[in-house]
């Protein structure tokens, strides 16, 4: 495939936004420009890319064309997108793409797709589902949120990083669509964890659990990426307990507005609410089961203390 004529930038090259960055350079694009909060991380891809490293939001959107944005969380988008800051994206919004993947809460996708488009941009939310393997591989799955025609426009490059790129609505939609998954993943998680610490403390073979359970009621997409996991207390991050966390608070906020309680995926909320607490909120979401698992309740407890001082040293890790 030859080169096309795009010069793509990433704001946000944490794991996943570093891995599309790669996938999309195999692909043919030409990747002019990565930047990232923690400068370490834009300057080693940028190396291996053959990218600018800019200092700032602004610098990419001023040499990029399509710009993606693979942020952490509400604070982080807003940062990158603030109206009255010279290092903002929008300082050269005008005739750019704005491609944003981040979890982000729906009114905030709406803000920034009015102020883009308010400078003579355009904006897409391109909300993901997948892990780091996903976007390295090129199979995640993408809902996707705004005008129609920008959607269109967008949605070449997208099938270069997607096995499923699937138009939801106007933006916003595609945020509440993402919310909700999340949301049934994060409880579904919680209860796989609940599920197999009876059984351990039943005295069950948990090989042989998993195994009925993938046959029965109890299969879920869930089981197959962290039930071993958790048997096997390895929790290698591949979705973090931080953003189990925050995306399920995302959802239940639109539950609040609806008028709804969601008693289950609230206590999914407190449960890796109170990982955080014990300093786990870097580990992958599988570390729910540190919280069923009997012999695990006592001995697995991180202070908040050492736990904090982890989060600071990974903090690189939760972009994208």
């Known amino acids: 495939m030859s080169n096309p004529p795009e010069r793509i930038g990433f704001v946000g090259v944490g794991r996943m936004g570093a891995n599309m960055a790669r996938r999309l350079k195999e692909q043919g694009y030409h990747i002019a420009v990565v930047q990232d909060r923690y400068a370490g991380s834009s300057e080693s891809l940028a190396q291996e890319l053959g990218s600018e ?3 700032s939001p602004a610098r990419v959107a001023e040499i990029s064309n ?3 944005t693979v942020v952490s969380d509400d604070a982080a988008m807003r940062e990158i997108y603030a109206e009255q800051d010279s290092a903002s994206l929008l300082v050269h919004a005008k005739d750019r793409l704005f491609i944003n993947c981040a979890t982000l809460s729906p009114n905030l996708h709406r803000d920034i797709d009015r102020m883009v488009t308010e400078r003579g941009g355009r904006c ?3 909300c993901m589902a997948g892990s780091i393997s996903h976007a390295r591989e090129g199979t995640l799955y993408f809902m996707c949120g705004g005008k129609p025609e920008v959607f269109a426009g967008a949605k070449v490059i997208l099938q270069a990083l997607g096995a499923k790129v699937q138009y939801i609505g ?3 939609e595609a945020a509440q669509v993402k919310a909700l998954v999340n949301m049934v993943m994060n409880s579904n998680t919680v209860a796989l964890a609940e599920g197999l610490g009876l059984g351990a403390a039943l005295g069950i073979d948990l090989t042989l659990l998993r195994d009925v359970f993938s046959q029965t009621g109890a299969a879920s997409r869930v089981l197959d990426t962290d039930g071993e996991d958790m048997q096997q ?3 290698e991050c591949y979705f973090s307990v931080a953003h189990a966390a925050k995306d399920s608070a995302i959802a239940l906020d639109l539950a609040d507005q609806a008028g709804l309680a969601l008693p289950v995926a609230r206590t999914a909320l407190i449960q890796y609410q109170h990982l955080i ?3 786990k909120g870097d580990l992958d979401k599988s570390a729910a089961a ?9 001995s697995a407890r991180i202070t908040c203390d050492a ?4 989060k600071r040293k990974n903090d690189s890790t939760l972009l994208g």
């Open 290 to 298: 540190e919280l069923t698992f009997l012999d695990r309740l006592d």
């Open 307 to 310: 736990g904090e001082s982890m």
């Open 66 to 68: 399509i710009v993606f």
């Open 277 to 279: 607490k014990l300093g």
């Open 170 to 172: 106007k933006a916003g």
């Open 53 to 55: 490293k800019a200092k």
């Open 233 to 235: 207390r390895a929790h």
């Open 124 to 126: 897409l939310e391109a």
